[in-house]
Every structure is written in C-alpha cells, then in structure tokens.
C-alpha cells in the first residue's frame, strides 16, 4: 500500500473521530435548562378524598335507623340540649337498671326512689309489700346486662319532654323463700335470665340531669 493512500486513510479516521466527539459534546446539557412538562403522575399516593360537611349523627344511627320517627326524635333532644349523648343514655340507663331492679328485688327502693316516677315507685312498692305480707324473701345476685337496646324515642316540642324506651336482658340468680327458709321459687345456682322493657322520661334542657322509670313491661 502506498504511502498517500496511508495518509487519507489517517486523515480519515481522525476526522470520524473529531465529528463524534462534536456529538458528544453537542449532547450534553450543562447549566440551566427551563422545566419540561412531564405527563407523569403526582408523587401523591392514595385515593382523592372529598370532604363531607352534615353526615349523619352516628351516635343517633348507631342507634335507629336513619329517618325513622326514633332517629327524628333523637335529633330533636340533641337540639334541645346538645349535650345530650344517645351512647351515653344508654351506658346510665344500664347502670340505672341494676340499681333499681335489684333495690326492688331486695325489697328496698330508698337509694332509687328518685330514679322512679310516682306511679312506678308505687307499683314496685306495692309489690314488695304483698311479699312482706306473705312471708316470702328474695334473695337476688345480679350477674349482668347482655343486651340493652334502645326500642323507641319520643320527643314533645311543647314542653320539651323526652320519653326514651330500652329492651334490657339481664341475668341474675333468684330465689324466693317463704317464712320457713324453704325454696318456693328460683335457684341458688341457676342463673334467671331476666327481660325487661322500661321507660325512662326526662325534660330536656332541666337543670335536674336525671332520668326517671315511668312504665315498665316485659
């Protein structure tokens, strides 16, 4: 090979090198640049969530279903004194039970006479009295409370008056004995379920906080 062909062969070379070096050097990016729009995603994660003012009032809808008269009637007690909880009626309705079903069980209503309405405290009263009469004692352990369900709610807009109706179940052992010691009734060790419906009424916005039994049923 002769000496000039060699020499543009060099020559060649050297000028494919000098063009991608251009290229290189063309392409790269130094200093600022302007953002770009990017069509990728935000860095956000999770579902968009939208902000819902003036749901329901799940201490009412734990309770009663939603627009029902029960539900109607609790949304009204709670305008008449906002502090009035359902949950919380609830929790002393059922300390209020054992109170007073085992004072009447044990045939001594002092320490839940005022928890009781007139008419109720007469009733009771009255039975304790025939058992007196009779000769027979009761003595009852209370055990606890399985259920307590609100049934019903009443509210009065004239005079503010709220009437709230409770299914109980209870359980406790019973057992009724007559003048001699002897077992007429119940069990030592049985444990009696007991089922009680009662009503409680209250007015509203009162300065007096407690609720009183006005009817019972089974």
């Known amino acids: 090979m002769n000496s000039p062909l060699i020499q543009l062969l060099v020559l060649a070379g050297i000028a494919v090198f000098l063009i991608l070096r251009l290229k290189n050097v063309l392409g790269t990016r130094d200093g600022f640049e302007p953002p770009r729009?990017?069509?990728?995603?935000?860095?956000?994660?999770?579902?968009?969530?939208?902000?819902?003012?003036?749901?329901?009032d799940l201490d009412i809808t734990d309770h009663a279903e939603e627009g029902s008269d029960t539900a109607v009637a609790l949304t009204k007690m709670k305008a008449a004194e906002p502090s009035f909880g359902v949950s919380d009626f609830l929790g002393g309705a059922k300390g209020a039970y054992e109170m007073i079903l085992m004072g009447f069980e044990n045939g001594d209503l002092s320490q839940v006479k005022d928890f009781l309405s007139e008419e109720v405290f007469e009733a009771f009263e009255g039975v304790i009295k025939a058992r007196e009469e009779q000769g027979l004692t009761v003595d009852a352990d209370f055990v606890g409370v399985r259920e307590t369900t609100l049934q019903n709610a009443n509210f009065?807009?004239?005079d503010s008056e709220a009437e709230l109706t409770v299914r109980f179940i209870g359980e406790l052992t019973y057992v009724v004995r007559n003048a001699d010691?002897?077992?007429v009734e119940g069990s030592e060790t049985q444990v009696k379920r007991q089922k009680d419906t009662w009503t409680f009424a209250r007015s509203m916005g009162a300065d007096d906080p407690n609720w009183q039994l006005v009817a019972t049923s089974e």
Do not use: A, Q
């Not at 990728?40 to 003012?53: A, H, M, N, Q, T």
């Open 37 to 56: 729009s990017s069509s990728l995603p935000s860095s956000r994660k999770g579902p968009d969530l939208e902000v819902i003012e003036g749901g329901p």
């Open 156 to 158: 009065d807009e004239n």
């Open 181 to 183: 010691g002897e077992i």
